[in-house]
């Protein structure tokens, strides 16, 4: 899990994770802890074919409870094959064979998973993995499109090379993209239907062909407000300064590289969108570049470098904001936080802003957790103790859909 996608707000909601017969079942493992952290509890049926590869005992000892094996399992009451239908708030098979997947589709019932799968009504999400001419196959491909017209949330599989040495796709999706979409089914989808503009990470200002001003923000902060938004049901764009900062599919990704490339492609989305939140550290100041190509230091009398200001993007929304649309900025303040925040909200005509104290040690660039302190245009205003920067964002947007 990547810190801006390890949120914790998830106690209380259950999953069913369905476990069949192919060499990926360790990643079920991976997956089942991935989200265990976040707060979800999950129940397991193996199917007799992943107990070839797995027992179930690796399985309770991550948590998993209850864990079934097969119809005439003892230690389940006689109503297993209902329970998961009543109990769980999302039904995941991963990985799943073709074989399940034919079976879902056609709805056959005869073992302890498919039964299950039959008798659930609510969200589920399928992670096949499989030799790519079972993918390919014409079978498959049907049973691939009844599932997704019927509503299912199908995760492609990925394409490589397989365990039995084939190239193509089947190979199990990343985990991480799998944990997010369970966890987008199971998160109340509150921002449905809402267009979120997200800026995040730095930018870099060129002197040179090859050198830059830039500064350290990772783009955690701002990636997990974007994934926030994503799981509670927001359509996300995110304009990405320099950062390798992971991203699911789901999110659109723009990226760029100056401060004024960032401008461009903010301004040029902020008519559709309903929300903007602009994490991004922009340089405010950019070298005025030496001539053309690669400054040397032989024959030049010293480096000297000038600098112009670069346009303000959240300045620029704020002062073409519409009615109905809400705008965050970001305060990264090495002191005087509460008054700086508090001026900048009213300057630059925000709805909310978050102010981030970046000399303390937990807090700021680079770092897993924030302190912040909010400020909204109501007047209210809140400190909050540190913690990762994955709830910090989710609490922004209770903050948000509550004002
Ligand atoms: O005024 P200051 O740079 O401290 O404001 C920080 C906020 O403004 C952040 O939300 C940041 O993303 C945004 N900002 C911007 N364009 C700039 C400078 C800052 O959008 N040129």
Known sequence: ?????????????????????????VKSL???????????????????????????????????????TSMDNTESSIFGHLEP???????????????ILAKIAHGIADDMLSCQALAFNGPMVLAPAMNP?????????????????????????????MACGEDGKGRFPDVESISLTILRALSTQDLAGKNVLITLGPTR?????????????????????????????????????????WLPEGITRVDVGTAREMFDATTALW???????????????RPVPYGTGKFKKEGSAGLEVAFEQNPDILYT???????????????????DLEANAAGKLTRKNLDMIVGNDVSRPDSGFGTPTNAVVIHD???ATEAWDPMSKADVAWRIWDWMLAL
């Open 377 to 379: 245009v109501t007047g």
């Open 205 to 245: 200002e060129y002197f040179d062909a090859v050198r830059f001003w830039s500064n350290p923000s990772s783009g955690t902060m701002g990636a997990a407000i974007a994934v926030a938004a994503w799981l509670r049901g927001a359509n996300v764009t995110a304009v990405c300064g320099p950062t390798n900062v």
């Open 317 to 335: 929304l704020g002062q073409n904001k519409k009615d109905g649309q809400r705008l965050i900025g970001f305060a990264a303040e090495a002191s």
């Open 30 to 68: 991976e997956l089942m802890r991935a989200l265990a952290k976040t707060g979800v509890h999950t129940s397991a049926t193996l199917t007799s074919g992943a107990q070839r590869f797995i027992t179930p005992l690796a399985f309770e000892a991550l948590g998993a409870a209850p864990v079934y």
């Open 271 to 285: 008519p559709e969108a309903d929300i903007a939140c602009l994490s991004a550290a922009v340089a405010d100041y």
């Open 1 to 25: 899990m990547y810190p801006h996608t390890a949120f914790t707000g998830f106690r209380g909601k259950r999953l069913h994770l369905g476990v069949s017969g192919s060499v990926a079942v």
């Open 85 to 99: 239908g009543q109990d769980a708030h999302v039904f995941a098979v991963a990985p799943a064979t073709a074989n």
């Open 133 to 161: 001419r079972m993918w390919n196959a014409a079978a498959t491909r049907e049973n691939w499109q009844k599932l997704k017209d019927r509503g299912v949330i199908c995760i492609e599989p990925t394409c490589g090379e």
